[in-house]
């Protein structure tokens, strides 16, 4: 799945949290193709202008979608078809599903009268503008019951949290690959994830004086931490033979931000293991802050 995001407005959820939900869509949909779509996020005026251009609607809405197929959830995405052919973009090597527009600041105002969090919300949004693009409509109430299901379906596996957890385990697969371990040869990759959604993946890094090598697991928190982000959820760690275990500095680290952290790690054919922080590392050194670790 790609999804390209216009961020005409500021918002504090990442382009990662939106991508989850489209694959939780993508996988309500029973949709094995590559996919892509375009979201768009700004306020009332600008979710307005859209709908007075396209729509000759002269008013701000929540949401709105524009697909790319005319689909109805009778006639399903079907990439063989050759009204299919005519939404595959040779260039990125996927099907172009449409436009979604969000208005952020009604998005805020629905989050509060639904007593839910932002995250929700905007999740709630774009799973409702990308099941238009699937053809879903909600114009008498049966269809709306259909629609309803699916939407839920896909918020609940969007949220869930062995759905996070394994798309965090393949995270760190892929940062595997850009190891950087020609003394060792083993190859570490990492993927941190933080409370917001967003993913920091890390590789180790060897050097030739072997002090100097830096663990794939540092090498994820400095990202996140250099770049402002330090509320950590989870950590997976991937090597490939044995299971990867963080090593002792690496536990120190991350107990730093994190005393509670969910920490997964994975090896050989898939094996997986998962644990939590203080599990692995009770006691850590929390210097002149309070004890954390109770
Ligand atoms: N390594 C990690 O990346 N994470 C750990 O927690 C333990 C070890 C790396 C460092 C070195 O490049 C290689 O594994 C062998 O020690």
Redesign the pocket.
């Known amino acids: 799945m790609i999804l390209e995001v216009d961020r005409q407005v500021n918002l504090d959820i990442p382009d990662d949290a939106f991508l989850r939900a489209a694959k939780a869509c993508k996988r309500v949909m029973n949709i094995q193709s590559p996919c892509s779509l375009s979201l768009t996020l700004t306020d009332d005026e600008g979710i307005r202008r859209i709908n007075q251009m396209w729509r000759n609607l002269d008013n701000a809405t929540d949401v709105l979608s524009f697909p790319g197929l005319p689909l109805t959830p009778e006639s399903l995405f079907d990439e063989q078809t050759p009204e299919a052919q005519k939404i595959w973009d040779s260039e990125i090597g996927a099907f172009f599903l449409g436009d979604i527009i969000i208005s952020v600041p009604r998005a805020i105002i629905q989050a509060h009268q639904y007593q839910h969090a932002l995250l929700r919300e905007m999740t709630y949004l774009f799973v409702h503008g990308l099941f238009h693009l699937f053809g879903y409509d909600h114009i008498n109430k049966e269809d709306q019951t259909i629609m309803r299901k699916q939407e839920e379906q896909a918020l609940q596996m969007a949220f869930e949290k062995d759905a996070i957890e394994e798309e965090l385990l393949e995270a760190a697969r892929s940062a595997r690959d850009f190891a950087y371990?020609p003394y060792?040869n083993?190859k570490?990759g990492a993927a941190l994830l933080c409370e917001d959604g967003t993913v920091y993946t890390g590789c180790?890094v060897?050097n030739a004086a072997f002090g100097l090598?830096n663990?794939?697991?540092r090498t994820a928190v400095f990202k996140a931490v250099s770049e402002g982000n330090k509320a950590f959820k989870a950590i997976a760690?991937a090597a490939d033979q044995t299971a990867?275990?963080?090593?002792g500095a690496?536990r120190q680290v991350l107990v730093e931000f994190a005393p509670k952290l969910r920490v997964l790690v994975t090896w050989g054919d898939h094996q997986v293991e998962k644990t939590t922080l203080d599990e692995l590392l009770p006691h850590g050194f929390s210097g002149f802050k309070e004890d954390q670790h109770d």
């Open positions: 371990s060792s083993y570490v180790n060897e090598t663990c794939a697991e760690i990867p275990w963080p090593c690496c």
